[in-house]
Structures are given as structure tokens and as C-alpha cells.
């Protein structure tokens, strides 16, 4: 084979795996391409929450310092998507003033909501002798001797998007709803209804809505030192919150470990023992949350 062969063969083989590039350069966008569109044509619009009425049964402050309540709402949710469907799996609402929560939640039963439907529930609201920080047990007998009360109504729940037959995985729904009470003179209140001895307030304020995907965390965290650092990433969702969160575990660990280097003073075994055990499960769990900020 000639010199001039050989050339020719390796201009054949270069023009081949540029074609072979190009071809799989090619199908790489169109598939990143497709991706958008679907995107931009799919993407799930969080849902509208209307508070539109509140009726109040009982809103007392008594000595020292507690609250009990009474109170139904009207709330209406509009999915506003053309082709996408939200499943509410678990919706829980309660009440809160100045946001500490001041009845218990209460339960929404799970429902499915279909492209520009519209859900209404009608949940009540019930807290009893329940304790309030002094600070605002004094505001809020400002607010009543003013006339209006701002209380917050929010939602707290899981969610999930339905697009055809796929179904995504849970999402966390964030609602607040502001409810202006006015407990001034009821004749003068053109939005109140007296119904028996109650109140009935027509609202019809839009609320504030948040979505965001869920993490799971692993379940082994037993130790008592750490979970009130642990504890705290159930709440958030960031990567970048984690890892301050994985920085206050490890600082907190490392200490730790300093008081291991001195146990030599520790006369009794079973203590010594108990201590390396210790040790030893906090380096394990710590070892949990890493892989759990490497995954996301």
C-alpha cells in the first residue's frame, strides 16, 4: 500500500467521525429543542387561591395570655393550566396572628383538580386556651381596641402535577391568605353578615402562593445532640442550605471529638465505652447528611 493509499484511507476515517459529530451534535439539540418546547408549553402554573369569606364564632383573649378561636372560612383554589392537572394529596390550614399559628390545622381532604377547574372547601377553624408570646397578646388587644384584626390564613400542603399519564413527585404548597376582622361596630360594617352570633365577613382576598420540589431526608437520626440541627432540614429545600446545615453538624461533631481525646480521665469503662459509641454513630449520621447534600 502506497503512501498516497494510506493518506486517502485516514481523510476517509476523519470525514467519518466528523459526520458521526455532526450527527450527534444534531440529535443533541433537537432533543434539547423538544425538551423546551414541552416546557414552555407544559410548564405547570401555581395554582389561585381565593380567601372569600370568614365567619367568626369566637375570637377571645382571656388572662394570662391565651387565645381561643372559632372560626369557618370559605377558600376556592383555580388550577389555571390548559393541560396539566394537580393532585392535592395532603392540605392542612390553620389560622395565625403576627405568624404564630392560633388554631390547630385542619385536615382538607385529598382531591384531584382538572385543567381550569375550580375547588372550594369550607373548613373550620378551632383554637382553645391557646398560650400567646406577651408581646403579642399586647398588639393584639391594640388591634382590637382599634377595630381590626389582621389575621393570616394559611395553607400548608403536597401537591402533585399531572400531565397526561405522568405524574410528577410531591411538591410543597405554601398559601397565605391576610383576613382584615373588623370587630368595630357591626351595624357600620358593610361587608359583615350577623349570622346568629357570629359574624360573617366577605373578604375576597387573593393569596400569596409558593411552590417547591421536596427532599426526602434519611429517617436513622436518633441521636438527641444533633436533631435540633437535623430537625431543621425537613424545612428547607436549597442545596446551598444544606450545606450550612452540614457545616453547623460537622462543627458541632468536632467538638465532639475533642472531649474524646480527653477521656483518659474517665475512670469507668462503661462510660468510656458508651462515649466511643457515641462517637462513632455521630460519625455515621454525619456521614448520612453529606451523601444527602451529594445527591441532590
Request: hydrophobic content about 40%.
Amino acid at each position: 500500500m502506497t503512501a498516497k493509499d494510506c493518506g486517502h484511507h485516514e481523510e476517509n476515517r476523519k470525514k467519518i467521525y466528523r459526520r458521526l459529530f455532526a450527527a450527534f451534535l444534531g440529535v443533541t439539540i433537537a432533543v434539547l429543542f423538544i425538551i423546551l418546547l414541552v416546557w414552555l408549553i407544559l410548564r405547570p402554573t401555581k395554582p389561585h387561591f381565593i380567601l372569600q369569606d370568614a365567619t367568626v364564632y369566637a375570637f377571645n383573649l382571656s388572662s394570662p395570655n391565651l387565645l381561643t378561636s372559632s372560626l369557618q372560612i370559605t377558600l376556592s383554589s383555580r388550577n389555571p393550566n390548559d393541560r396539566i392537572g394537580i393532585y392535592y394529596d395532603k392540605i392542612d390550614v390553620y389560622a395565625a396572628y403576627h405568624s404564630q399559628q392560633i388554631s390547630l390545622p385542619t385536615r382538607l381532604p385529598p382531591s384531584y383538580q382538572g385543567h381550569k377547574d375550580i375547588t372550594v372547601w369550607s373548613p373550620f377553624l378551632y383554637g382553645t386556651a391557646v398560650p400567646v408570646a406577651p408581646y403579642l397578646a399586647v398588639s393584639l388587644s391594640q388591634d382590637q381596641v382599634a377595630g381590626t384584626v389582621l389575621v393570616n390564613i394559611r395553607v400548608d400542603g403536597r401537591v402533585r402535577w399531572k400531565v397526561g399519564t405522568f405524574i410528577s413527585g410531591k411538591y410543597h404548597l405554601y398559601v397565605n391568605c391576610p383576613a382584615y376582622i373588623d370587630f368595630g361596630n357591626r351595624n357600620s360594617n358593610n361587608n359583615a353578615v350577623v349570622v346568629g352570633s357570629a359574624m360573617k365577613y366577605q373578604l375576597i382576598m387573593d393569596c400569596h402562593v409558593d411552590s417547591g420540589k421536596i427532599y426526602k431526608v434519611p429517617a436513622a437520626i436518633n441521636l438527641e445532640s444533633k436533631d435540633m440541627y437535623i430537625r431543621l432540614l425537613e424545612f428547607f429545600t436549597s442545596k446551598r442550605t444544606i450545606l450550612i446545615m452540614k457545616k453547623l453538624v460537622d462543627i458541632h461533631f468536632t467538638k465532639i471529638l475533642e472531649f474524646k481525646r480527653q477521656t483518659s480521665w474517665v475512670a469507668n469503662a462503661s462510660e468510656r465505652k458508651h462515649l466511643q459509641s457515641f462517637i462513632t454513630q455521630a460519625r455515621e449520621q454525619l456521614a448520612q447528611v453529606e451523601n444527602m447534600y451529594e445527591n441532590l
